[in-house]
Structure formats: C-alpha cells, structure tokens
C-alpha cells in the first residue's frame, strides 16, 4: 500500500514508523509499504512500483510488458508514466516520468496494477531502451514470447511521429512482420554497394535431393552464400552472438554464412566483415572502399 492509502485508512504515522522498526513491515522506496517482511513476489514489486508514482501513475514501457506476461528482460528500475502536469513522485527505485503520450484508451483495465495495453508498450520501451540493440531484443522478445502480436505493435507505431529511434523501431517491426525478402532484396544488395563489395544474385533457385530450394544471397563466382534468417525464428538473447560466434567457425573451412535480420540491425559492421572476408578467402579482387 501507499503511505497515503494507509494514511487514508486510519494509520497513523506513528504507527506505520513502529512496525517499521519492529520489522513486521517494509518500505519499498519512499512511498510504499509492503506489510510483511518475507522476499517479495513479482505482483508485489510491480504493485509498488506503480504506487510509487502516485494515483494517476501506471506501469509502462518494458515495466508494463513484465507485468502482461513477459519473462526474461531485466529492467534496472521499473519505468512508471503520468500525465504531463501531474505531480512527480521521485523515487530511488522506481523511474517515474510525465509523458506527453497519454491516453485514457491506453490503459489496460481489469486486475493487476495499472498498466499501458502491451502494443503501446513495446513501442514506447524500444524507443525508450538504452541502445538500439536492447530496443530490438524487448521487441523480439514481446513477439516470441506471444505478448503481443507484431501488426498491434505496428498499429502502436503509427501514433508516434517523432523520435530519434523511430526509423530503427520501424524497421524492426517490418521484419517481425515478415519483410525479411524485401530486406534480403533491397537492403542487403544496398548495403554491398554502399560498402564496395560486388552486388550478389538474390534468391537463387538450386535442387537438391530433397527438391528444390532457394538460396538468398549467392556470389556464385567466388561460391559464397549467405542465409538471412528471420528474428522470428530463433532466440532473441542468442541469436546474434550465436551468429556470429557460428561464421567464425565456419569461415575456416567453408564459405556459408547465416545472418539473423536481427544482425543487420545490430551489429551489421561485424556481420559484413565476415562477408568481405569470405569473399577475400575465395578469392574476390573486386572489394573497393566504401562508399
């Protein structure tokens, strides 16, 4: 509860300050009271951090999405919105800021803290996260984990009109949508001319014992070939480290490469340097500087 809940409800300052000290209560910040003293469960701390930012306050961003179900991504503090004009309550444990995003419709109802619906959620903890690549792996994430489904999120995004990471966030919420051809098409082949490296055919058509199969990218010249696989499809905390860890290797002795969509948004400079490495190893003298 609140110190203004239990204020409300008859208890004294004093009283809440004796059990306290008695350790039959603990404080959580400066605002809440838990009344017990054993560990904490999840509903609790959410509860409290949600508490923490006053009456009008609800859970949001990557706070909001732990509370609809998701597990696995660790926040440092959890995030708490307000309306621009409420009041701030600062608090060591909880991040609680106004936002001149808010909307009523926004708020997820029923049981559990107040929250924002889990589309808007996503959207604004991507474009809130600390790096691009934690923005990618909480959307990723959200998707696998069956929180949300990729075209909500898309919704969501039409709403914001400007943010420095919006073009980032678009382009990840294409790819779970399933635009990975149009990336292995358009991007990838622009990528190559903007980094000096030749332009690849694209979707190879090649049969093998088990029928017919395509392969994205293929410098057929230097028999180099790179696979894109879709975010969708793999563990969002491995996939890009797994990736490229598995290129290394693989470099040694062949010349298939596999990168993860997640990858060109990420850490595309690593990625692309396995490539021109590749290509060197079979032998390409086309490799010009970048553009």
Wanted: aromatic letters at 6%; one cysteine or more.
């Amino acid at each position: 509860m609140s110190r203004r809940q239990l204020y409300a409800a008859g208890l004294t300052r004093a009283e809440l300050r004796a059990n306290v000290r008695a350790r039959r209560w603990q404080l959580v910040g400066r605002h809440v009271v838990v009344v017990h003293t054993g560990p904490m469960a999840l509903d609790t701390i959410l509860w409290a951090a949600q508490l923490s930012g006053g009456p009008r306050a609800r859970l949001d961003g990557a706070s909001s999405l732990i509370a609809a179900g998701l597990r696995g991504f660790d926040v440092d503090r959890h995030r708490v919105s307000v309306p621009r004009g409420a009041r701030v309550f600062r608090d060591p444990v909880v991040d609680v800021r106004q936002t001149r995003r808010w909307r009523t419709d926004d708020l997820v109802g029923g049981g559990g803290p107040p929250r924002t619906r889990p589309e808007v959620a996503a959207v604004r903890g991507a474009l809130w996260a600390r790096s691009d690549r934690q923005a990618a792996l909480l959307l990723t994430m959200v998707v696998q984990q069956g929180v949300v489904p990729p075209d909500r999120i898309g919704q969501a995004l039409l709403q914001v009109k400007r943010d420095r990471r919006l073009t980032f966030v678009i382009d990840v919420v294409t790819d779970l949508l399933g635009g990975v051809r149009s990336l292995a098409e358009l991007d990838f082949a622009r990528e190559c001319r903007r980094r000096g490296i030749p332009e690849p055919t694209r979707q190879v058509v090649r049969r093998g014992k088990d029928g017919r199969y395509y392969l994205d990218v293929f410098w057929e010249e230097w028999g180099v070939v790179v696979e894109v696989d879709g975010i969708q499809h793999a563990l969002a905390q491995e996939v890009v480290a797994d990736a490229l860890r598995h290129n290394d290797v693989t470099l040694d002795n062949l010349t298939v490469l596999r990168v993860p969509v997640l990858g060109f948004r990420v850490a595309a400079d690593e990625f692309f340097a396995q490539i021109e490495r590749a290509l060197a190893d079979a032998g390409c003298t086309e490799l010009g500087p970048a553009a």
